[in-house]
């Protein structure tokens, strides 16, 4: 076994933001609390809809303790960095006694409430490839039933890259908390919009093919019936 | 749930707002003079408290035609009336 304590004093289980010098990669590392991710500048300029949804977490008192990596290790679907985290085709970089390995974030949630952390690891560090943030743009939207310290009925993320010229949507990606046992991807809107003219027949296109993409349950916090009425409007 | 006109058991689940919540609130005092107490008052607690529910509930009345028998009056319980009263096309 390794020496958990040295690994968490190491640089490798950090609070610290930066990009990755070889390829530009955003790397966040685990113990970084909520709202330095909000508040840091690197987030700020490449991945901005990050801040702004991991600052819809209960209080700011919760905001100052809580961590990104247990927002992610703790498996479920609510959580408010989860959804843009798979909408940025995020990977999670986790150590243990074999060594470092990465996964991408929608393989690392494995059910409701478990991920794919074995035996003795830690997540150390969410990654953000640089293809996957640059010349995107995003929006976080958290639907509950209070403005603060409360979980999400709904959580959608999504971004867009437009074309050059403005006109089209080159890359469209769009992911939901609570509509399933995990956060969820919409494959199918995502190919209906993608390369598509930006107008309003390609967003109503969109939401018309979200509803196959998701699978929401009925629970005490809402109506599943209630849920897709909300992913639609 | 609660039946008609009954607050019912909601507390476990139902959050109260806090002040991210609240919308612009003014309280404005109407005097006068009370007949049956003793000193012409009358009191301040419940007036504002048991008023309120009623109010609201009756203001979604006029505005959709829909009168609903329960509370919370939040998204979930409108979601089904008004699916029922045909409000809504899902």
């Known amino acids: ?233 | 749930m609660a039946g008609p006109g009954r607050a019912g058991q909601i507390h476990e689940t139902y959050k109260l707002s806090t002040a991210m919540d609240h919308p612009h609130l003014e309280g404005q005092f109407v005097e006068n003079y009370e007949l049956t107490s003793a000193f012409g008052t009358k009191a301040l607690g419940e007036p504002p408290v048991c008023s309120v529910a009623p109010a609201i509930r009756n203001a979604v009345l006029q505005a959709t035609g829909i009168g609903i028998g329960q509370v919370p009056l939040n998204p979930h319980t409108l979601f089904e009336e008004f699916k029922k009263g045909g409000l809504l096309d899902v």
């Open chain 1, 1 to 233: 076994m390794y020496d958990i304590k040295a690994l968490y004093e190491a640089e490798s289980v950090s609070h610290a933001i930066r990009l990755l010098e070889e390829d530009g990669t955003l790397r966040i590392g685990s113990i970084t609390s909520f709202s330095h991710v909000t508040k840091h500048p690197l987030v700020q300029r490449h991945m901005r809809v990050l801040g702004e949804a991991v600052d819809k977490v209960g209080g700011p008192q919760i905001r100052n303790i809580g961590t990104i990596g247990g927002n992610t290790c703790n498996g479920v679907t609510s959580a408010d960095s989860a959804s843009t985290l798979f909408a940025y085709d995020a990977l999670v970089e986790l150590a243990g006694p074999d060594g470092v390995r990465t996964v991408p974030i929608h393989e690392f949630y494995l059910k409701a409430g478990c991920v794919d952390l074995r035996l003795g690891e830690i997540e150390t560090a969410v990654l953000i490839p640089k293809a996957s943030y640059e010349g995107y743009a995003g929006h976080y939207i958290k639907y509950a039933m209070r403005n603060a310290m409360d979980i999400a009925t709904l959580g959608c993320s999504v971004n867009v890259k437009l074309s050059d010229d403005k006109e089209y949507l080159e890359d469209v990606r769009i992911a939901y908390g609570v509509a399933g046992p995990v956060p969820l991807r919409c494959p199918a809107a995502e190919r209906a919009a993608r390369g598509k003219k930006a107008a309003d027949e390609t967003y109503r296109r969109f939401a018309e093919e979200v509803l196959k993409d998701i699978h929401p349950r009925d629970s005490w916090r809402a109506s599943k019936a209630f849920r897709v009425s909300s992913t639609n409007s």
